[in-house]
Protein backbone atom coordinates (compact mmCIF):
# COMPACT_ATOMS: atom_id res chain seq x y z
CA UNK A 1 0.00 0.00 0.00
CA UNK A 2 1.32 3.57 -1.13
CA UNK A 3 0.20 7.14 0.59
CA UNK A 4 1.04 10.23 -0.71
CA UNK A 5 1.00 13.45 1.16
CA UNK A 6 1.06 17.19 0.70
CA UNK A 7 2.67 20.04 1.98
CA UNK A 8 -0.18 22.70 3.67
CA UNK A 9 0.58 25.36 0.09
CA UNK A 10 0.59 21.88 -2.09
CA UNK A 11 -2.63 21.02 -1.35
CA UNK A 12 -4.02 24.35 -1.19
CA UNK A 13 -3.21 24.55 -4.88
CA UNK A 14 -4.10 21.26 -5.87
CA UNK A 15 -7.68 22.09 -4.45
CA UNK A 16 -7.64 25.13 -6.30
CA UNK A 17 -8.23 23.63 -9.90
CA UNK A 18 -10.35 20.49 -10.79
CA UNK A 19 -9.06 17.51 -10.98
CA UNK A 20 -5.32 18.63 -10.58
CA UNK A 21 -4.99 17.00 -6.88
CA UNK A 22 -6.33 13.40 -8.51
CA UNK A 23 -3.98 13.60 -11.90
CA UNK A 24 -1.01 14.13 -9.55
CA UNK A 25 -1.86 11.58 -6.94
CA UNK A 26 -2.15 9.25 -9.48
CA UNK A 27 0.98 10.04 -11.53
CA UNK A 28 2.86 9.94 -8.01
CA UNK A 29 1.21 6.06 -6.95
CA UNK A 30 2.31 4.85 -11.04
CA UNK A 31 5.80 6.62 -10.22
CA UNK A 32 6.22 4.83 -6.26
CA UNK A 33 5.17 1.71 -7.74
CA UNK A 34 7.26 1.29 -10.22
CA UNK A 35 10.31 2.62 -7.58
CA UNK A 36 9.43 0.03 -5.51
CA UNK A 37 9.33 -2.42 -7.44
CA UNK A 38 12.91 -1.78 -9.17
CA UNK A 39 14.31 -0.60 -5.63
CA UNK A 40 16.70 -2.12 -4.17
CA UNK A 41 20.48 -2.03 -2.53
CA UNK A 42 21.77 -0.93 -5.97
CA UNK A 43 19.68 1.68 -6.49
CA UNK A 44 19.91 4.28 -3.79
CA UNK A 45 17.60 7.42 -3.44
CA UNK A 46 18.22 10.40 -1.43
CA UNK A 47 15.43 11.29 0.21
CA UNK A 48 16.29 14.64 0.55
CA UNK A 49 16.59 15.29 -3.03
CA UNK A 50 14.14 17.03 -4.50
CA UNK A 51 12.56 15.46 -8.04
CA UNK A 52 10.38 17.23 -10.24
CA UNK A 53 7.43 16.28 -12.66
CA UNK A 54 5.97 18.43 -15.14
CA UNK A 55 2.34 17.44 -15.16
CA UNK A 56 0.11 19.97 -18.20
CA UNK A 57 0.90 23.41 -16.96
CA UNK A 58 2.26 22.38 -13.44
CA UNK A 59 5.69 21.97 -12.10
CA UNK A 60 5.00 19.72 -9.22
CA UNK A 61 8.18 19.17 -6.47
CA UNK A 62 8.01 16.13 -4.75
CA UNK A 63 10.15 13.54 -2.68
CA UNK A 64 10.29 9.66 -2.29
CA UNK A 65 10.61 7.72 0.64
CA UNK A 66 10.72 4.02 -0.58
CA UNK A 67 11.25 2.70 2.88
CA UNK A 68 7.85 3.53 4.25
CA UNK A 69 6.41 3.63 0.71
CA UNK A 70 4.92 7.14 0.22
CA UNK A 71 5.59 10.64 -1.64
CA UNK A 72 5.89 13.90 -0.51
CA UNK A 73 4.36 16.77 -2.36
CA UNK A 74 6.36 19.34 -1.91
CA UNK A 75 5.19 21.93 -3.67
CA UNK A 76 3.05 22.49 -6.53
CA UNK A 77 3.30 25.92 -9.01
CA UNK A 78 2.54 27.18 -12.52
CA UNK A 79 5.15 26.07 -14.97
CA UNK A 80 6.53 29.51 -15.76
CA UNK A 81 8.72 29.51 -19.39
CA UNK A 82 10.68 32.84 -17.79
CA UNK A 83 11.59 31.46 -14.70
CA UNK A 84 14.85 28.49 -13.94
CA UNK A 85 13.70 25.30 -13.90
CA UNK A 86 13.03 24.22 -9.76
CA UNK A 87 15.85 21.50 -10.40
CA UNK A 88 18.12 23.70 -10.99
CA UNK A 89 17.11 26.04 -8.06
CA UNK A 90 17.41 23.25 -5.72
CA UNK A 91 21.15 21.85 -7.22
CA UNK A 92 22.72 25.56 -6.58
CA UNK A 93 21.75 24.32 -3.04
CA UNK A 94 23.01 21.18 -3.24
CA UNK A 95 26.03 21.41 -5.30
CA UNK A 96 29.25 23.38 -4.59
CA UNK A 97 31.89 23.52 -7.43
CA UNK A 98 35.12 24.83 -6.85
Do not use: W
Not at 23 to 30: C, E
Not at 32 to 56: F, H, T
Not at 62 to 88: G, K
Amino acid sequence: MTAIFAALDASIEMGSHPGLRAGIHQRLRDILEAALERSGPSIPLDKAAPLVLRMDEYEVTYSLDLDNACAHILSVERFDDRRPPVDRAFSRNLVKTH
